[in-house]
Every structure is written in structure tokens, then in C-alpha cells.
């Protein structure tokens, strides 16, 4: 009988271009730095040798561009999900830490305190956040059934899909660090869901899963 098995390796994104570095860019799309580009051939390294039905990214530059490295030598398409898009920062997108709460003080602070239930002025909750996320990669999982995919998306993202690895409530989202560049490692069921398998990270970049 077939596997009914969907193995994903879900990639961070590497590291940003300085000048965004210690920024919130959310939805901006904004370059990797050179570090950024040596994870970007970190990721493809890893999977070298693994049959991949499918590589997926969220469409931004950032993601893409691991993406595109996956993809050589694979005959496989371009794919962008704007679902996996890392979470939207409204009008703090572009801004500091710093200059959010010069204009609003307290605010950031307030932000991370809640966990991110509250939202920035017309940005996005991390629970709609997990809601579309969530429903993205199942959707994902079950559309390649069998196969072995590799998806190249954001921090929260990565947040979120180890919250349903792990069985742990959308609130625990912040508590985990994931570095520029690392990989989680799930394998989906019909009936078993979303799990979690482990975590490999480039030179430099650490995972703390709370």
C-alpha cells in the first residue's frame, strides 16, 4: 500500500541584510545579508540527495531565494504560498523597536507581553496568524501524501508549525527562538496530524523551543 506520510522541511529564512537588522519588517520584502546567502546553500546542502516532490516558499525575496537554491539540479516549479507570509506588523513595518515606542510608549513591550494578541495598528494577531498557517500546511500535507516537501517561510511560521508538532497552544508561539536559516522537521498523517521530528541549524544560528 502506499505511504500515506508527508515528511516537510521547513526552513527560516537566513539572515537579513544589515540595515534591517534589529528592524520589524513583517511583510517588507527585504534582501538576505552575505551570512543570509551562506544559509540560503546551508539549506540546500542539507537536503542534498532527498527526492523532493515539492519546494515551496512564501514568495518574499528573503524566502524565495533558499527557495530557487533547493530547486536546482530538481525539476520542480516555482510555488509561493502567500499564507506562509510571515505575520503583518501594520504600521510598525519598517520601524524599530525604538521608534514604535517613541510614538507610542510602552507599546512594543506591551506587544511582546501579550504574546501577540494584541495587534500593531493594521497588522495582524498571532492567532489569525496560526489560523491560516495552520490550515496552509495541512493543506500542504495532504496535497503531497507520499511525498517529501521542503518549504522555505518566516519565524512565525516556524513558530507556529512547531506549536502544532509539539501539541502546544498558538500562545507559546514567542516563547520559541528560531535562528536565521534553521530547519524543523515534520512528518503529517491522516490520522495522526502534524509531528515534530527535530531541528538542524547552520553555523551560528540556535533553536530554543521553550
Known sequence: ????????????????????????????DVPLSETGLEQA??????LEG???????????ERAETSAAHLRLGRDLSRRDEPDLLEIDRG???????????HNNPGGFEAWKA????????GGETVQAMATRVSACLLRLAEEHTGSTIAIVAHMWVLRIALC?????????????QV????????????????????????????????
Request: charge should be negative; hydrophobic fraction near 40%.
Open 164 to 176: 502544532m508538532g509539539l501539541d502546544r497552544p498558538w500562545q507559546d508561539t514567542a516563547r520559541m
Open 91 to 101: 504600521s510598525w513595518a519598517g520601524l524599530s523597536p525604538e521608534q514604535v515606542n
Open 50 to 60: 532527498v527526492a523532493l516532490g515539492a519546494v515551496i516558499s512564501s514568495g518574499l
Open 179 to 210: 535562528g536565521p536559516g534553521v530547519r524543523a522537521d515534520f512528518q503529517w498523517t491522516p490520522d495522526g496530524g502534524l509531528g515534530f521530528l527535530g531541528v538542524e541549524a547552520p553555523e551560528g544560528s540556535e533553536v530554543e523551543l521553550g
Open 41 to 46: 546553500r546551508w539549506a540546500a546542502c542539507s
Open 1 to 28: 500500500m502506499p505511504n500515506p506520510a508527508t515528511r516537510i522541511h521547513l526552513f527560516r529564512h537566513g539572515q537579513v541584510a544589515q540595515v534591517w537588522q534589529g528592524m520589524i519588517y513583517g511583510r517588507l
Open 114 to 121: 501579550s504574546g501577540g494578541l494584541l495587534t500593531p495598528p
